[in-house]
T-cell receptor, first 117, second 117 residues
């Protein structure tokens, strides 16, 4: 069984200030973890993924995330927010293919990032 | 360019009608998925297919049906049995489910917004 919790439903920051979106997970397997971004009325775009290589993962648009097994966290950060970062962000955990036909992906409920000018 | 297309972008349905949402991919992916997205709910899996002529129910399959006659196509039918079909529907694909503790990321289409009148 696996689950993912995004700790904030909304985060508001000023343009040019750091961004922190928090995600905690639980998984019976060694998980793969993803962050996706969704702009209004659009599909999801992959920002970055962790698949048991380096614990600090760099993604597109200046985002990065650090996998911390001891804290079961995978927080998303960016040093300086831009207006174009305003969107919905989803943390996703995968426990891998169970062999029983399970999909394996579990989505968080999302964090809405607001950028103040 | 490779990608996933969904049509139509907006769809309106009268109560009691069945409607079919189209999803096509030219990424040569084996696995395809349908998700439903409601505000504040994240994504919930409706159906998925790992191979042609085979598909599995996800978490909320009641009132929906799918087919997978071709590798590149995975249409979703929303039947009159679905009591609350108004939502944003997202189709996704991935290379394939892998055994063990690894997983490939999913690529998403732009979505179809279904409204019941």
């Amino acid at each position: 069984a696996q689950s993912v919790t995004q700790l904030d439903s909304h985060v508001s920051v000023s343009e040019g200030t750091p961004v922190l979106l928090r995600c905690n997970y639980s998984s019976s397997y060694s998980p793969s973890l993803f962050w996706y971004v969704q702009h209004p009325n659009k599909g999801l775009q992959l920002l970055l993924k962790y698949t048991s290589a380096a614990t600090l993962v760099k993604g597109i648009n200046g985002f990065e995330a650090e996998f911390k097994k001891s804290e079961t966290s995978f927080h998303l950060t960016k040093p300086s927010a831009h207006m174009s970062d305003a969107a919905e962000y989803f943390c996703v955990v995968s426990g891998g293919y169970s062999g029983g036909g399970a999909d394996g992906l579990t989505f968080g409920k999302g964090t809405h990032l607001i950028i103040q000018p | 360019d490779g990608g996933i297309t969904q049509s139509p972008k907006y769809l309106f349905r009268k109560e009691g009608q069945n409607v079919t949402l189209s999803c096509e991919q030219n990424l040569n992916h084996d696995a395809m998925y349908w998700y439903r997205q409601d505000p504040g709910q994240g994504l919930r899996l409706i159906y998925y297919s790992q191979i042609v002529n085979d598909f599995q129910k996800g978490d909320i399959a009641e009132g929906y049906s799918v087919s997978r006659e071709k590798k590149e196509s995975f249409p979703l039918t929303v039947t009159s049995a679905q009591k609350n079909p108004t939502a944003f529907y997202l189709c996704a694909s991935s290379i394939r489910l892998l055994a063990g503790n690894t997983y490939n990321e999913q690529f998403f289409g732009p979505g179809t917004r279904l409204t019941v009148l």
